[in-house]
């Protein structure tokens, strides 16, 4: 079963930068609106970043001129690019690829595992 595998997470220091990347450990089909999502602790899983086929994008408010969503529609693959981080970026990121073409086989909703990312002095 294919499943989504993130990289990237760790501890640093506030103002500095992380990428996270994520990949699907096999083949998938399809055409995918991809995306990270984080969760704090205690809170529920939040929007982040999502990036289409086409390329459009939409950042949450919180991190809209900080982070970067990019993508890969041949690999499936997905980055985000985190600058300037702050405390309350702090949380488990989650990549997320959404299928919109249904009707092709194995294109199906997958989440990654989650990579933690903490922002901490």
């Known amino acids: 079963q294919v499943q ?6 760790g501890l640093v ?3 500095e930068s992380l990428t996270l990347s994520c990949a699907p450990s096999g083949i998938i089909l399809g055409i ?4 990270w999502y984080r969760q704090a602790p205690g809170m ?3 929007l982040v970043a999502t990036i289409t086929k ?5 950042y949450a408010d ?3 001129g900080r982070f970067t969503i990019s993508g890969d529609n ?3 693959t997905v980055s985000l690019q985190m600058n300037s981080l702050k405390p309350e970026d702090t949380g488990v990121y989650y990549c997320n690829l959404k299928c919109v073409t249904r009707w092709v ?3 199906d909703d997958y989440w990654g595992q989650g990579t933690q990312v903490t922002v901490s002095s």
Do not use: F, H, I
């Open 13 to 15: 220091q506030p103002g």
């Open 62 to 64: 919180a991190v809209k």
């Open 74 to 76: 041949a690999k499936n």
């Open 54 to 58: 086409d390329g459009s994008t939409n």
């Open 105 to 107: 086989p194995r294109c």
């Open 32 to 35: 995918y609106v991809m995306g």
């Open 4 to 9: 989504l595998v993130e990289s990237g997470g």
């Open 44 to 46: 529920q899983r939040d």
